[in-house]
């Protein structure tokens, strides 16, 4: 195991509800980030955290809303969600924002009905 | 625009034969690169990076290469085995806080 957990695994919800996908690490480290992996494409980075600040934000639409409380726990709250986000949204982590290599987790699968 | 991506989008290899995945990178100011490796079910695990200081670098059973003059890295693995099975990611960075761009991803399928 990489040391950041995913939950839920997978998550099927409609368009009008609203969830929250939650990740944790356990290496102790002060970066977090939020990825979409969507079939054959490259990874799509959403959001970056950096000691619980928010130092990048993708472009993301607003329907999604991330909450970083401590360096180590990332949530992405989820609502009134479009179908084209159905995807697997992958967490990671690292010692900081340099040169570091990213942990990531096992991913929480989204479909969007 | 600046971009990452990968020659071919499958490989196949016999079981203990040698495999090589190349990856194609434009941006010359990219001084830091990773090489990930997705399971089915799993996300990307760490398997070796490189810095641009540094043109080889090696791990256990597996090798970078990186070719800063046509901008190109490659991950060699040695006496491939089924469990190297995967979708594998090559990824850069440039400048140390910059955000890690990946490509597309090549799926490795080891023949028994």
């Known amino acids: 195991e990489t040391g950041v957990t995913q939950t839920p695994r997978h998550l099927v919800m409609g368009m009008t509800n609203k969830k929250s996908l939650k990740c944790e690490q356990h290496?102790?480290?002060?970066?977090m980030y939020w990825y979409k992996q969507s079939a054959k494409k490259p990874l799509e980075l959403m959001f970056v955290y950096n000691f619980k600040e928010q130092t990048e934000n993708n472009s993301v639409p607003s329907r999604f809303s991330p909450e970083c409380p401590n360096s180590s726990h990332l949530f992405l709250h989820l609502h009134t969600l479009q179908p084209e986000d159905s995807a697997l949204y992958l967490c990671a982590s690292s010692q900081g924002l340099g040169t570091y290599e990213q942990y990531f987790g096992p991913g929480t699968r989204l479909t969007v009905t | 625009g600046e971009s990452v991506g990968l020659h071919l989008p499958t490989l196949s290899v016999q079981e203990g034969d040698n495999s090589i995945i190349n990856c194609a990178y434009s941006n010359s100011a990219s001084d830091y690169f990773i090489w990930y490796k997705q399971e089915s079910g799993k996300g990307p695990q760490f398997i070796i990076d490189i810095r641009s200081n540094m043109d080889k670098r090696q791990g256990q059973r597996v090798t970078v290469l990186l070719n800063k003059t046509v901008k190109h890295l490659s991950l060699q693995i040695a006496a491939t085995q089924p469990g190297d099975s995967a979708v594998y990611f090559c990824?850069?960075?440039?400048?140390?806080?910059?955000?890690?761009?990946f490509g597309k991803g090549i799926t490795l399928s080891v023949r028994p």
């Open positions: 290496l102790g480290h002060n970066a």
């Open positions: 990824a850069e960075k440039t400048g140390a806080n910059s955000k890690l761009t």
